[in-house]
């Protein structure tokens, strides 16, 4: 069965930045579309960025311009870099696969933008 696991979440002042990466394992199919989502205390859990193979994306109003999301399609790899970070980008990020008919979740990372 696939496994996804996030890495690269922490502590991080305002405006910095950070590179989280998902890692698929236990599949040699390409895993499409990934994305990212996020869920801050208190909140519901909301898309930031999805890809597609080939390769479009789309982001959250909240995030376009300074979040960019990536991949290596062979590897199934997903990025997530994160710049101009803001005290609201504060959550536990999830990266998210689809393969044919099941998506998969990963067990998140904690991002904490906070002086």
């Known amino acids: 069965q696939v496994q996804l696991v996030e890495s690269g979440g922490g502590l991080v002042q305002p405006g910095g930045s950070l590179r989280l990466s998902c890692a698929a394992s236990g599949s040699s199919d390409i895993i499409s579309p990934m994305a990212w989502y996020r869920q801050a205390p208190g909140k519901q859990r909301e898309l930031v960025a999805i890809?597609?193979?080939?390769?479009?994306?789309i982001y959250a109003d909240s995030v376009r311009g300074r979040f960019t999301i990536s991949r290596d399609g062979a590897k199934n790899t997903m990025y997530l870099q994160m710049n101009s970070l803001k005290p609201e980008d504060t959550a536990v990020y999830y990266c998210r696969g689809w393969l044919f008919r099941q998506d998969y979740w990963g067990q998140g990372t904690q991002v904490t933008v906070s002086s």
């Open positions: 890809i597609h193979d080939g390769s479009s994306t």
